[in-house]
């Protein structure tokens, strides 16, 4: 009985938790248009896939971070560029391989609708969220993991941040 008791409890609480967030969603807008969503030359429809989940879980996560708990926000990628760029002509040995330079920024064309608590529309907008000076201010510890995704991310976490931060009082312009 006691084991049953935690048990519902445990869930309950995750229930609970787990309501508490932002509502949220992410589509990706006629992906295989992208300007660039693949980690090589040669990328495959399944790697894009994998990509799509992982950049849709990560805006999940801005929005959790970000966004009142009680606001709302729905966000259409429309299209992605991703960091760096493949410079074949430097070696046929890096035909596959993504160069990082600032002159290949990462870059999402993104509209967006900003709920408040009682569903008036705080913002609809569509935006280019990009970063040319991505090379130089990705946090170290993004910098030192694997995560295929450090630039794309820490440019969306930064955007995210100002544009939406729950502390912040005024609509973005």
Known sequence: ??????LFLT???FTIAFSSHAAFTVR???PENYNDLSLSGSSTPGIQDELMKQLEAYFKVLANRYLSKDESM????????MAGGYE??????????RIMRDVYP???SLQYIWRDPSGKIKADQQETVSDLNYLMLID???????????YEKAMLERWFRVRFSAT???TPH
């Open 1 to 6: 009985m006691k084991k049953l008791l935690l």
């Open 11 to 13: 869930l309950t609480g």
């Open 28 to 30: 990706f807008d006629h």
């Open 74 to 81: 729905e966000i259409v990628v429309l299209d992605i560029d």
């Open 88 to 97: 074949p002509w430097q070696t046929p040995n890096l035909t596959n391989t």
């Open 106 to 108: 990462p870059k999402f």
């Open 140 to 150: 170290s510890k993004q910098f030192q993991t694997n995560d295929r995704l450090r």
């Open 168 to 170: 912040t009082q005024s």
